[in-house]
């Protein structure tokens, strides 16, 4: 039992990692501007807004973060022993669920962002789509960070979802499908 | 022992449905074309190769699909039984981790596609991208029945890593961490 309450912290450590990457995610992308003079008077400001995916990414980041921010606390303040059976095992359930959920959505969302951002760098020649990135260099340059963080989440948001499916189906037995486990 | 050949049956049913979804997702993208009259003799043909995260899709399309085959081939004509111990466990893992990484790659490069198609129904006003969809409606169609394909494939293919998941953890112990189970 103490190896499990073990287990239980580094998934509480590896879910504050993963949520202050969201949050370091967000906040370079939401914070991100640059201003710049193209023609004479004609001043033009680059924002997250400018581009859909990366306002989709702040707001699924911070759906993530705030997620995980609960069930740690849930975790600190309510946790659930084993012994409690059918409980647990709801639970469980739940979390494993949830916490697929979420991986798949924050790396749905910064899959997205990454393309758009290269279609930014690179523009494209058949549909005769300017390159973007050559004008406001620190702007995607603080963008590419970003996404590098997110992808960082996504890995560490990874390892937590298949430390839910490890507590969840441990319980388990070889012999039949979904039958429980005697103790 | 039954039921786990059963549920063994279903995890080969679920990587051939999730295979056939892949092939119809490429196969869609690759052979999509529309030629249209511009202006004039000014003709212009829209393929695959017009988006690179396109490109992309149909080789990451391909390769997993490959994978699945080569997967279901195995179970098929080399049964591992779960009697053969440390073979059948280190076979679970491998089996768990390219699944997990297969069902990413292919959730990714459906992610950027969908986001790049978007980019091209839409425009964008700040980037002074146009619509590109107005003109090419045909294809654009085509483009989006076949990511709502490879979407479908994306979720079959998380079905099979949850199973994978369940095959391999249920090995273990609920005491402790990583200790097998006994008999």
């Not at 990457?21 to 033009?44: E, H, M, S």
């Not at 699924?60 to 069930?71: E, I, K, M, R, W």
């Amino acid at each position: 039992m103490v190896e499990m309450e073990k287990l239980q912290k580094q998934g509480v450590l590896l879910r504050i990692t993963a949520t202050a990457l969201l949050i370091l995610t967000l906040l370079l992308v939401r914070f991100n501007t640059q201003t710049k003079v193209l023609f004479l008077t004609l001043v033009k400001k680059a924002t997250y807004r400018d581009l859909d995916p990366l306002f989709v990414l702040v707001w699924v980041d911070l759906a993530a973060a705030a997620y995980n921010v609960v069930h740690v606390l849930i975790c600190f303040f309510f946790p659930i022993k084993e012994e409690l059976g059918t409980i647990y095992r709801s639970l469980a359930w739940a979390s494993y669920l949830v916490d697929q959920g979420v991986v798949y959505l924050v790396f749905a969302a910064n899959s997205a962002a990454t393309e758009a951002s290269l279609l930014a760098v690179k523009g494209s020649n058949s549909f005769q789509w300017m390159k973007v990135c050559n004008r406001f260099t620190r702007f995607c340059y603080q963008v590419g960070g970003a996404l590098f963080c997110g992808l960082l989440a996504s890995i560490v948001l990874a390892l937590v979802s298949s430390l839910s499916a490890y507590r969840l189906f441990r319980l388990y037995s070889t012999k039949q499908f979904l039958l429980l486990k005697k103790k």
